[in-house]
């Protein structure tokens, strides 16, 4: 994320407290991802940099977006624009996803193995790291080779590094101590 993190998360618990209270969680994702992909256009970001007002902005942002967003998340880029923090959508989208994430109490998991896993081995690891980390786990595999045997965990901050080469550099460092 970019330093608009800051800016973007009062915004993001906002739009994310207002989606869980009227039961919309799923369109107001969609609204803020379409919303961060708008921003990315060259025109739309010379837009938002200029000396427009906040009206006619929000009347342009809400324009292009058309029947993609409701009345509440035409409202939403009234206030944005009004606060010159329409940059800030693709973080508000990311912060708004890692919100519904934990609210739907899932994690995504990243393991890198030295070779592939096989469907009953990812079966496996999905069921034990569901009970370590008491969330649903979306698992994202990847091979390294030069891990030569092993795997290496990341999810979220919790990194498990099982690799034989991690513990090959640990027993070098131990014999060099």
């Known amino acids: 994320m970019s330093e608009l993190t800051s800016i973007a998360r009062p915004y993001a618990q906002a739009a994310f407290d207002f989606a ?7 369109e107001w994702q969609d609204m803020l991802f379409f919303a961060a992909q708008v921003t990315e256009n060259e025109t739309v970001k010379t837009l938002l940099t200029g000396s427009m007002s906040a009206d006619k902005l929000a009347e342009i942002f809400n324009s292009v977006c058309g029947e993609q967003f409701d009345q509440h998340g035409q409202n939403f880029i009234k206030v944005l624009a009004e ?42 690891l999905t069921g034990s790291l569901e009970k370590r980390l008491a ?31 991690s513990k090959l550099n640990r027993l070098s460092d131990a014999l060099q101590a």
């Open 83 to 124: 606060n010159r923090r329409l940059q800030a959508l693709p973080d508000i989208s990311a912060l708004f996803c890692q919100l519904q994430a934990d609210f739907n109490k899932e994690i995504d998991v990243d393991i890198t193995s030295a070779t592939k896993l096989n469907k009953k081995q990812q079966t496996e």
């Open 20 to 26: 869980v209270e009227s039961k919309t969680i799923a």
């Open 135 to 165: 969330r649903k786990v979306k698992l994202s595999c990847s091979v390294d080779p030069t891990l030569i045997a092993g795997a290496v965990i990341r999810a979220g901050d919790t990194v498990i590094d099982g690799s034989f080469r």
